[in-house]
């Protein structure tokens, strides 16, 4: 099946730093990226959509300008956590669509804002 | 807004017990998938079902989609520990394909 990558895994930072987040499609190419927000013990929420070679589409309530999102090219796409507080921690989970629309998953990167 | 409401939230059995996980919305979908969700990892995809009232087998899994494509089921038999995780229904609104709306999740425990 295809592969999904993230990096990093985890990553600590502290408050008012910026953090960015890599996902890869290691074998295939994808149009389309999702970014996904995880709290504990709660389900995945989808934040934005990653459009290659356009602006990302956020979901209401996601702040565009805190969370930047690039897709330069068909295998990356890359999420920017701006100016990072407490209330940002939470597993970012990162998802590429195949051509015939399956979405596979990373394995997640865990943010911790000190 | 939560469009897909999973029951239940949480779920400890013994292994060889039986269990259903309920997966409703008040909307159709196009597709409904069902993922697993270890701690710490991605969901990793199931199955999924396009067609009013499919019901496919994936070993002890059983999953159903309801006719008018707004629920799911999935049916764990003879549960084995190996099945803990978080349970997660997915769907594709009919008129949006390109956006996966996760479900509210079922955490289940398989006791030995």
């Known amino acids: ?114 | 807004t939560q469009l897909l409401e999973q029951s239940p939230q949480f779920l400890s059995i013994q292994e060889g017990e039986n269990l259903t996980v309920y997966c409703n919305s008040s909307s159709v979908f196009s597709s409904l998938q069902w993922y697993r969700q270890e701690p710490g990892e991605g969901p990793v995809l199931l199955v999924t079902v396009v067609t009013g009232g499919e019901v496919k087998k994936l070993k002890r899994l059983t999953f159903q989609f309801g006719d008018a494509r707004k629920d799911s089921s999935l049916h764990i038999t003879a549960a084995q520990p190996g099945d803990t995780g978080l349970y997660l229904c997915a769907g594709v609104h009919s008129y949006n394909t390109d956006k996966l709306i996760f479900g509210t999740g079922t955490r289940l425990q398989v006791f030995p």
């Open chain 1, 1 to 114: 099946g295809a592969v999904v990558s993230q990096h990093p895994s985890r990553v600590i930072c502290k408050s008012g730093t910026s953090v960015k987040i890599e996902c890869r499609s290691l074998d295939f190419q994808a149009t389309t990226m999702f970014w996904y927000r995880q709290f504990p013990k709660q389900s995945l929420m989808l934040m934005a959509t990653s459009n290659e070679g356009s602006k990302a589409t956020y979901e209401q309530g996601v702040e565009k300008d805190k969370f930047l999102i690039n897709h330069a090219s068909l295998t990356l796409s890359t999420l920017t956590v701006t100016s990072a507080h407490p209330e940002d921690s939470s597993f970012y989970i990162c998802s590429a669509t195949s051509r015939n629309n399956e979405q596979f998953f990373g394995p997640g990167t865990r943010l911790t804002v000190l």
